[in-house]
Nanobody
């Protein structure tokens, strides 16, 4: 089993930055692609970014490209999402998730492929 806990959310002004962390308890974190998702207020959960187990392959949603950076430190069982130049449209609950497949060479935003989810961390971008 794998348990994920997100942290790093909060209130930030437009143009500001936040770094979210996703820390895992349990084994196989280092073998699983990790995804970040978000649920804006009143909207469906959507993919933000994902990274494969070795970190060489990443995917970003169009709105995240150039502003967000995903990374991971397998020695610390932690994945990160650095978010820069935040706008009010980035407000929402951010979740990290681990894919079911081990050592998979790619990642994507099919949420059914992710079997382990954190509880989420709230991000509010407002002046």
């Amino acid at each position: 089993q794998l348990q994920l806990v997100e942290s790093g959310g909060g209130l930030v002004q437009p143009g500001g930055s936040l770094r979210l962390s996703c820390t895992a308890a349990g084994s196989t974190f280092d073998l699983r692609p990790i995804g970040w998702f978000r649920r804006p207020p009143g909207r469906e959960r959507e993919g933000v970014s994902c990274i494969v187990s070795g970190g060489r392959f990443t995917t970003y949603a169009s709105y995240a490209k150039g502003r967000f950076t995903i990374s991971r430190d397998n020695a610390r069982n932690t994945a990160y999402l650095q978010m820069n130049n935040l706008t009010p449209e980035d407000t929402g609950t951010y979740y990290c998730a681990a894919m079911n497949k081990l050592a998979w060479p790619s990642c994507y935003f099919d949420q059914e492929s992710y079997g382990f989810w954190g509880q989420g961390t709230q991000v509010v971008v407002s002046s």
